[in-house]
């Protein structure tokens, strides 16, 4: 459960880093702060700050103590809101001086619906149709009592500000033309980044969600929807509680109405009537579910700002591309076409009049990837796990990553082949250094010769010992 990495580097003009807080900080009641972990952040914020690198810190990312999970039911308990609003609060305290951009939640939508509806990542609870709607509920409340703790008791003060950090894919009609895509289309949206944009920016659930959910708790017998609701208070308290729109986005879909048969089981899928796809002709660089599709990043972002969420200021957290498992090329030639790509219609939505403030990529080093473990590199940096000291390695990305920040963007088209070239260049170098890394392989003679060499001693010698007790004994 502890994560020591920081996850992500980024920028736009001033350099930014975003980081979640991985290392226990506080005792789940509360009644003791672990001060070596207040002392490793301090230390961390302190470094970033010296070399001109503003921290925009997530709270929450994957990581509930696991006592709140045995013993409450983690989100599914409404008083998870105040022990994370605790948390929150320690944080502030301590850290809230030097840092100024806070961000709630990491991919809430993720939490909700991996962990408490199809249980493919902690605490793999499958508790369909009802579980995520539930545990979206809470995070969303707390959320919102964290932005009104710190704009009531800390915000004079430190000058901050709290956001949230949805991640979504764009979702495009199959047919363009056929109105029933277009309102699936709608609805992936809204039961997707709407979830929660609807009740931070707009004070309640997306219309849509309540519609479907509603009918469909209905034709169930329920008497009530699925879908918890807030009070008109709550809706107040949530409104307008939100200072930033953090987005993380990597891939998109092409969606099209489908109709589930009733007595199919309530699930979050299907109460959206809908179907994915995918183009088999997108470049698909290593993960089977991220496909490279550019142009999904400008539409998103545009329809985010369409959705009246007032234009909000928004922190791309997250974007950046893994590779095949278990690879070690550094020459990570699909990563940067996959940065360019992105971060150009990233600049066209900017100009388009998306309020785009700040660009994070996904992510400084590879690091542990939820359920695929350290088998998915999204890293700029290759880190080496199976040695000892971790030893990183650039990417020929970072090479031309770093010169993207540097232009805050593309100068030419020659420029930005040289700066390719140059990558690669460097890359080849870095190679040579991965392979000849005596650790590696020092590790691996362990594991291939002297391991099996020590098992056989040690079978060898027991015998011997046996033989040596049934003698004296006979
Ligand atoms: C919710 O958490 C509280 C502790 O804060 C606990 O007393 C209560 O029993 C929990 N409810 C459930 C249903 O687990």
Same mark, same amino acid.
């Given at each position: ?34 001060? %070596? ?195 008109? =208070?709550? %809706? ?139 088998? =998915? ?21 970072? =090479? ?42 020092? %590790? ?31």
């Amino acid at each position: 459960t502890k994560r020591f990495y920081p996850h992500s580097i980024g920028n736009v003009r001033e350099g930014c880093v975003h980081f979640s807080f991985c290392l226990e900080l506080m005792t789940p009641a509360g009644e003791h702060v672990n001060e %070596k972990g207040i002392r490793f952040y301090n230390d961390l914020i302190d470094k970033l700050l010296d070399n001109k690198i503003t921290p925009m810190v997530t709270l929450y990312h994957w990581d509930l103590p696991q006592v709140l999970q045995e013993k409450y039911g983690g989100w599914q308990n409404v008083s998870m809101v105040d022990y994370f609003n605790d948390f929150a609060s320690l944080c502030f305290e301590r850290f809230g001086d030097r840092v100024k951009h806070w961000m709630t939640f990491n991919n809430p939508w993720s939490v909700a619906v991996e962990g408490y509806e199809t249980g493919e990542h902690a605490p793999g609870l499958k508790l369909k149709g009802t579980g995520a709607y539930r545990a979206a509920h809470h995070l969303i409340k707390a959320h919102a009592k964290v932005w009104h703790t710190y704009d009531m008791k800390w915000k004079s003060k430190q000058k901050g500000l709290v956001g949230i950090s949805l991640t979504a894919d764009w979702g495009e009609p199959v047919d363009t033309s056929n109105q029933e895509d277009i309102r699936a289309a709608e609805r992936y949206f809204q039961f997707y980044l709407g979830w929660y944009a609807g009740p931070l920016f707009h004070g309640d659930y997306p219309q849509v969600m309540k519609e479907y959910i509603g009918r469909k708790s209905g034709q169930q017998g329920l008497g009530a929807s699925r879908l918890p609701v807030f009070s008109a =208070q709550e %809706k107040t308290y949530i409104r307008g509680a939100c200072d930033f729109l953090g987005l993380g986005h990597f891939t998109t879909r092409y969606i099209t109405q489908k109709n589930y048969p009733s007595g199919l089981g309530d699930s979050y899928f299907v109460d959206r009537d809908l179907a994915e796809l995918v183009d088999p002709k997108w470049p698909d660089p290593g993960s089977e579910w991220l496909y490279s599709v550019p142009w999904g990043f400008r539409r998103f972002l545009n329809y985010v700002k369409v959705q009246s969420y007032g234009n909000p200021m928004i922190y791309v957290t997250e974007n950046g591309v893994p590779e095949k498992k278990y690879c070690t090329d550094l020459c990570d030639a699909w990563r940067m076409q996959y940065y360019k790509d992105y971060i150009n219609e990233m600049l066209k939505a900017v100009r388009d009049g998306v309020n785009v403030k700040a660009y994070t990529a996904w992510s400084l080093l590879d690091s542990f990837e939820w359920d695929e473990g350290y088998s =998915q590199r999204f890293g700029l940096f290759f880190v080496d796990f199976s040695s000892k000291n971790k030893p990183r390695y650039p990417k020929a990305s970072v =090479q031309f990553y770093k010169r993207i920040i540097s232009s805050n963007g593309f100068p030419n088209q020659r420029e930005m082949e040289s700066w390719k070239r140059k990558a690669e260049e460097a890359c080849f170098s870095s190679n040579q250094l991965l392979a000849a890394d005596p650790l590696r392989g020092h %590790k691996e003679m362990v594991s291939e010769i002297v391991v099996p060499t020590v098992c056989t001693l040690c079978v060898l010698l027991s015998a011997i010992f046996f033989m040596f007790l049934l003698r004296r004994r006979l």
